[in-house]
């Protein structure tokens, strides 16, 4: 599971590098811990990453102790870094809406020809709930910031249910509109 | 699911109010302490599963059997004692008396089976404690929010140690976070007195809950129920 693409990973690194300035090794770890799901951050995206903000003058480096290697690195943002993760915190997201078209397409697919549209919906239905179901266990166990993130995926979930039995309950209306 | 015998079946149950079919022939068991959801749109004749399969409405035809005896046939005297004693009840709206406190209301069920007052308020105290709803016995309902009314609602609902609970929207009137807890400890409670459920509701959120879910369309269920577990 992945929740943030690659363009706000630079955003997450400047967030945690507000709380604390942080080596690479510890940015990576409390990455993965928060955000990483299933998908951890690769070492090369880190130090790409930082070395981004570094030349972008986002971040700094403000210490470096001996020995090899871009570990020994301590990075800290700076008063531009600040300014931009607060205009990127404040900024609302475009709407992305679930393109989920394949639920759509194989529905009128299935209208057209002339296959059962409803036995899908019902079979896509039951897939629905039992992820939904799996994932109502899991939250219950889970911390309160995993749970929040499940919550997310269950509410998300529930709207393609929500699409899938109002697109049941017109399959009649839309059919025979098709055929016209 | 175990291979007992299920503890509460419906076969064939049609119900009719007037010109609507609510229920067009539904076959439906719930397993000794199973958390079945019902879900399915307005109208779709859920509830009217539920009223059947809890022995509040009679069906046209079909029957229904609970730990092995036909309750659609029972006399009125014997449903109600039943309904008391092995089901327990929790709605969406205006299931406490408004008059009466908290822990009156939850003693409530306990006192219609001839409990002394005392002995059925201290039990009822006890559900308080157990719901986190300790603090707030005394006060009325319409004093208290949407969710402790729930909380009492569930509490009141297994102060007799049912062997089903029905519950019908029990999330109706409550945001997601108080849903969310009531839910919780509905099947908390369920599970740790070794009640089962059967759960009418159109969220897909709540139905979740459950250990397994049909779908009511048309007064008929509309797929094959999902087991939980199975693959």
């Known amino acids: ?54 030349r972008d003058g986002l971040i700094a480096i403000v210490g470096v102790e ?12 700076t008063a531009e870094g600040v300014t931009d993760l607060e205009r990127w915190l404040a900024e609302p997201e475009e709407p992305q809406p679930q393109l989920q078209t394949v639920l759509f397409q194989k529905v009128m697919l299935a209208l057209l020809s002339g296959r059962s549209a409803g036995e899908y919906l019902d079979a896509q239905r039951g897939v629905h709930l039992t992820a939904m179901r799996e994932l ?45 | 699911m175990n291979e007992q015998a299920p503890l509460l079946i419906g076969r064939g149950l049609h119900k009719s109010f007037g010109p609507t079919l609510a229920l067009r022939g539904v076959d439906l068991s719930l397993a000794a302490g199973e958390v079945l959801a019902v879900m399915g749109p307005s109208g779709s004749g859920k509830s009217t599963l539920l009223h059947c399969l809890a022995g509040i409405l009679t069906p046209d035809s079909g029957e229904v059997t609970f730990a092995g005896r036909r309750i659609d046939q029972l006399p009125d005297r014997q449903r109600s004692q039943l309904r008391r004693t092995a089901f327990g009840f929790v709605f969406q709206f205006g299931q406490l008396v408004p008059e009466l406190p908290v822990v009156e209301n939850i003693a409530l069920p306990l006192l219609l089976t ?11 105290q006890d559900w308080l404690q157990r719901l986190g709803l300790g603090d ?19 509490a009141r609902a297994l102060i007799c140690g049912p062997s089903v609970i029905f519950a019908d929207e029990p999330t109706g009137s409550l945001d997601s976070v108080a849903a969310d807890e009531v839910m919780e400890l509905l099947i908390d409670t369920a ?17 979740a809950y459950a250990d397994r879910q049909v779908t009511v369309r048309d007064g008929r269920i509309a797929q094959p129920a999902t087991v939980l577990g199975a693959s």
């Open chain 1, 1 to 54: 599971m992945r929740i943030v693409d690659d363009m706000t990973v630079s955003y997450a690194l400047l967030g945690l590098l507000h709380e604390a300035d942080r080596h690479g090794y510890d940015l990576k770890q409390s990455y993965d811990r928060m955000f990483g799901g299933t998908r951890p951050l690769r070492f090369g995206q880190v130090y790409r990453t930082l070395s981004q903000l570094q």
């Open chain 1, 66 to 77: 001996a020995g090899a290697g871009p570990d020994r690195k301590r990075y800290s943002i």
């Open chain 1, 136 to 180: 109502t266990t899991a939250r219950r166990t889970a911390s309160l910031q995993d749970g929040l993130l499940i919550d997310y995926q269950l509410f998300h979930i529930e709207a393609d249910l929500r699409w899938i039995d109002h697109a049941a309950g017109r399959l009649d209306t839309l059919a025979a509109e098709i055929q016209l």
């Open chain 2, 114 to 124: 001839g409990k002394k007052r005392r002995v059925a308020l201290a039990a009822a």
């Open chain 2, 136 to 154: 707030i016995g005394q006060r009325l309902p319409g004093e208290i929010s949407g969710g402790q009314m729930q909380r009492a609602a569930i």
């Open chain 2, 191 to 207: 599970k740790a007195t070794g009640a089962g459920a059967v759960l009418v509701t159109h969220e897909p959120r709540v139905a």
